[in-house]
């Protein structure tokens, strides 16, 4: 084995690194989950700055990455069955507590961690069935909290069929023809978590990334063209697995089922293009329940 070296994310050709590595990494631990799939590491390096990721690679090959969200949140991951896992990681925690000094006091807790109650220094996940990453967490000085994330896994296998819907809304997907709208719902979606970032340049870069399909970018439309909820699905085609990422819904239009039907909508196109599961991610202090998979967060 060569040696195992890092370096920061640089460029587009890293984005592909990471959607293999989510590959591969899904292949490895299913049917449990895994931290990334490759809707997620797309739809990450399209939102946000790029100063803050950093690779780990045995030659050319990625065996790691990690990624740190000022004041406080750490997203990484190893390649499963690593041999060097304990070390990488022990790395990446340095890195992270690194950035965290160097960053302290330049900003505020987020406001969506802030409504979920956290209110540390740092914050990272663990699969609740990752005994390696959970024991090297505790290692570190991390402690659990109460709350958990939840991620939920649906069959395709059987017909999918669609709420009933206002007769004045249709379903459909969004095309070049919506950058403006399709951003602005995302934006009042989540005005309620605080300002988005999301602009009409980062729309339209995203989907022109890999990975992205059209058609899987499913919204909700009302009679006069408005866009009420929407939804993006990716594909891991390899493994036969969707994913959402994101999925939202104007605050005057929550309890309507639009955000249901969007979902529903992405699996009936998920399933005919050959996927048999889809997930989608819920965050909140909530248990988990027993027909969910626990993601445990830690401090």
């Given amino acids: 084995m060569r040696n195992i070296a890092s370096r920061p994310y ?18 490895a631990r299913w049917p449990r ?6 809707g997620d590491m797309v739809w990450a390096m399209y939102n946000g700055p790029s100063d803050n990721r950093r690779l ?12 740190f969200e000022a004041p406080f949140n750490l997203e990484f991951d190893i390649e499963p069955g690593l041999a060097r896992y304990d070390s990488v990681a022990d790395e990446i925690l340095e890195w992270a507590g690194t950035r965290a000094h160097e960053q302290a006091g330049r900003n505020t807790i987020p406001k ?10 740092s914050l990272t996940t663990a699969l609740g069935s990752d005994r390696q990453r959970i024991s090297v967490l505790e290692r570190h000085g991390f402690t659990r909290t109460e709350g958990f994330d939840v991620l939920y896994r649906r069959s395709l296998r059987d017909p999918i069929g669609l709420p009933p819907l206002d007769p004045l809304v249709r379903l459909r997907h969004a ?6 709208a399709r951003v602005d719902v995302h934006r009042d979606s ?3 978590w605080g300002p988005s970032d999301a602009t009409v340049d980062n729309y339209r870069r995203l989907r022109n990334s890999p990975v992205y399909d059209p058609e899987l970018d499913v919204v909700v439309e009302d009679a006069d063209g408005r866009f009420l909820a929407y939804c993006i699905g990716w594909l891991d085609v390899s493994n036969g697995i969707g994913h959402f990422e994101p999925v939202g819904c104007r605050p005057a239009y929550t309890g309507r089922g639009y955000a249901r039907a969007v979902t529903l909508e992405g699996m009936r196109r998920m399933r005919a293009r050959g996927s048999h599961t889809a997930m989608v991610f819920n965050g909140g202090r909530q248990p988990a329940r ?8 830690f401090r």
């Fill in 290 to 297: 027993a027909s969910a998979i626990s993601v445990v967060r």
């Fill in 112 to 121: 969506a961690y802030a409504m979920l109650g956290y209110e540390m220094l």
């Fill in 33 to 38: 989950s895994t931290y990334k799939n490759v």
């Fill in 56 to 67: 780990w690679l045995n030659g050319a090959a990625l065996v790691a990455y990690a990624s």
């Fill in 175 to 180: 095309t070049d023809a919506d950058l403006e």
């Fill in 190 to 192: 989540w005005s309620v």
């Fill in 10 to 27: 640089q460029s587009a050709s890293d984005l592909i690194l990471l959607i293999e590595f989510a590959r591969r990494a899904a292949k």
